[in-house]
């Protein structure tokens, strides 16, 4: 008969105490393979416990292996043969915990930060407040598998108004973020296909494809954009281009090479991604159409996403698929449920229908114009030969240097006195070609602050250059 | 010179007006390649406009690229070649507008939805509202790429107390659902691997895998799980179980298996994905300890939601590495951004620290208990031989009928009448194996529709078997 303690003012109810000490002997192999219970009645009676509370633990041990009852029989034990070898793993290293703190510099000209002082939190917590009062129920159920329908009424309107984009919300698909995005189009496009993308570039489209053992061509630049002589002789069929601002450089591609772009994936029956991610900041006269209005033959994606104009912590990405694709997604894709909150997304559609994003985006337009024109003017202050590019559209700049400059000194020079700056040099991934650039973004650094920064590297002698 | 009608009331900006003519004639090859445009002085003289006007449609054409300046000389037509065959396909079919409504059942035995009646809703708005107030700023800056470490202290604590697993904040990643989730972990352990699924089980899993061009083994079941024989003498290394409430068969993985599956994983250096979607559910005795909680040596991945538990428009899953993942992970996949929103990670959070999460189960547990009880209480008024499986754990029990019942007839005329009722057999992929037994969800359904839905069904003689 067991014989165990068994303490009545534990928080562990006595059933859970019995279990785990039966389970305990067995896994010890106290008692063993075959072996009988007691019954319930006389276990009961032995540990003056209640028959039912015996039931209990048996019931548990039963469901969970350890035991197995025959009817007028009684409980029995079951063969548990525990793998021997299975061990913490020696070649594991020991866990380290996380570093949550973040080393800062003072004055920072990154290109992956949005300006979140200017965010109208006060209007996006109103819109909050009305979702979660008016919305109520609908709040808890999934959205569409594309998003939200009204959502991608609202994206449909607003690419019409400022990008040119004629295109129906059905042809519409919101994710949780341009990663997210790139891959669904990946799945979509199907894994045969041969990429490219440009260099310089934006790093992650390439390590996304290479977590799908996609092997990715870079493609050089020239001064209008992707090269046409390196895509046309290229084997690829899938490309990835900012034709509106390219990252880093800044580069516009005109109308011609735009065309022959549209030309090449029409023949080749391949697809271009229009990657639009920051050209609704456009200073100097109307917006650059987009890629994907040029296109009559259903060959460009076009995808763009809320973090760069709205905030980075609201994970809302989306793209405009070909008809064809559509059809794609929705006979093979529709299995994947939206991956972006029906509350954010009930939100950020009263934020667009309201008038509210319109608003944003002109008055952080202003915002980014002066600190573009801080920026140029702290240039134009300095004796040096440093000229600008790209600075008329977009979040980022590039400042060239002459020939002989060394930027990568330039850099850890100004990083050890705070400022973070970037080589453009950084961008490159396969035939690296030196050129003196740095890439200034202005999003997360306010006009007084530029001023101040580019002061310290004025009087570090990192600006004169003659 | 050229002679347009410019409408000065027009809500078109004049520039635009202008811009937008000399745009068409260049691309109606009325102004051709190389043909010079007239000086910006003559044409404003000529059209009665400011020269600043003028200027301002030049900038534009010139960042598009329709036309060049040549200091000293003038603006001149660039060679546009609008690639010819560049017109809509005519494969493509015409877009159809999405159907918005639902053809919903009057009472629904799914088990994809989820109670959302009984969602704790005012206190989830009072903490959203509280997060809103205090975290302001640090709502729009994005979480760390594994999710919002607060939260994964609380999803750890949970799964201590809840299914016996010891884990580290830093071996959780959260993630924009259990689909997302699956998504990573195909790419953290690389395309190379042989993957199997239950069968019957859940299907997207399979989905996905050949969204990834990833063929995969469909493993029957017996009483007690995956089968043994079957598992030993695949190809695989990748086995993705559901061992504590299998879906949909019910069955609960006995402890021996669950070491058997283990020493396979460690004998064979596979991985275990273990989704434990619904286990936190169980209505009688204690929870059963997942999978994971055994296994030493690190071969189990453990997945769970809370859309099961919560809601299903929160986007927010998550998994356990164990740690040989964990730093592959740190070093290859955190350029993933976190896919779920700061805002809704900072609620979730608060609602696991402030015990109502806990509640909120406590309280479900005792609803879908009631439903389960009413469910038993109308099979067994009735006079049939219908034996119930799965039923002291998750959120779906399954009835077994006689061997010569036939379900196919039973669903459809249920459905006729009103009601969804799923075949079990709409489970099994390959291998079918025909059984006759009904999936019932209870999640969508109160007590009040679970009698008047078996009412029905007893009238139609559905459940009148001898």
């Known amino acids: ?14 059933y859970e105490q019995l279990y785990n000490n039966i389970k305990r002997d067995i896994l010890n192999k106290t008692i063993q393979n075959g072996d009988r219970l007691p019954s319930k009645r006389k276990l009961a009676t032995h540990l003056k416990i209640s028959v039912l509370t015996v039931e209990t633990a048996y019931e548990q041990l039963i469901s969970e292996g350890y035991i197995y009852s025959v009817p007028k029989k009684g409980y029995f034990v079951n063969n548990i043969q525990k793998s021997v070898s299975i061990t913490k793993s020696d070649t594991v290293p020991i866990p ?17 930060t949005v300006d979140t002082e200017n965010f109208p939190f006060s209007i996006w917590a109103k819109l909050m407040r009305e979702v979660l009062r008016d919305k109520d129920k ?3 159920n999934k959205s569409e598998p594309k998003g939200l329908y ?12 400022y990008r040119g984009i004629n295109c129906q919300p059905e042809q519409i698909i919101v994710g949780a973020g341009s990663e997210y995005i790139i891959n669904l189009i990946i799945q979509l496009l199907g894994e045969d296909k041969k990429y490219a993308v440009e260099n310089p570039g934006y790093h992650k489209i390439a390590k996304i494809l290479s977590a799908y053992n996609i092997n990715t061509e870079y ?24 034709p509106s601002h390219q990252f880093p450089t800044g580069i516009i591609t005109p109308i011609k090479r735009r065309y022959e772009i549209l030309k090449w994936a029409y023949e080749k029956n391949g697809y271009i991604i229009e990657d639009d991610y920051d050209s ?37 990405s989306y793209m405009v698929l070909p008809w064809e694709l559509v059809y794609k997604f929705d006979n093979d894709f529709k299995f994947y449920s939206n991956t ?17 994003f319109e608003r944003h985006i002109n008055r952080m337009r202003n915002i980014y114009k002066s600190r573009i024109n801080t920026i140029k003017d702290c240039i134009s202050s300095l004796n040096s030969s440093v000229s600008i590019k790209g600075e008329n559209i977009g979040l980022h700049m590039v400042l060239e240097f002459p020939q002989n400059t060394d930027i990568p000194n330039f850099v850890s020079n100004a990083k050890n006195n705070g400022i973070y700056i970037s080589d453009i040099n950084e961008y490159y991934v396969k035939g690296r070609h030196y050129c003196p650039a740095l ?6 650094i306010n006009n007084e602050d530029i001023i101040k920064a580019f002061n310290i590297l004025k009087k570090l002698g990192l600006l004169e250059n003659e």
């Open 219 to 242: 493609l050089p630049l020239d001064s209008e954009g992707i090269s046409m002589e390196h895509l046309i002789y290229s084997e690829i069929n899938v490309l990835h281009v900012s």
């Open 96 to 112: 380290i915990r996380e570093n949550l703190t973040r080393s800062d510099f003072k004055y920072e000209f990154k290109t992956n």
């Open 150 to 161: 009204a959502l991608r009424v609202e994206i449909a309107k607003y690419l019409k108004a």
């Open 340 to 356: 972006v909150s029906c509350f954010e997304q009930y939100t950020l559609t009263k934020f667009m229908e309201g008038g509210y």
């Open 1 to 14: 008969m067991f014989t165990y303690i068994l303490d009545a003012k534990s928080k562990t109810p006595i």
């Open 138 to 140: 609908e709040l808890l």
């Open 280 to 316: 609704e900041f456009r200073y100097n006269g109307k917006p650059i159409p987009a890629l994907q209005s040029l296109d009559n033959s259903g060959h460009v994606i076009y995808m763009n996403t809320f973090a760069k104009n709205l905030a980075p912590s609201l994970r809302i």
């Open 439 to 444: 890439v200034i973004g202005y999003t997360g």
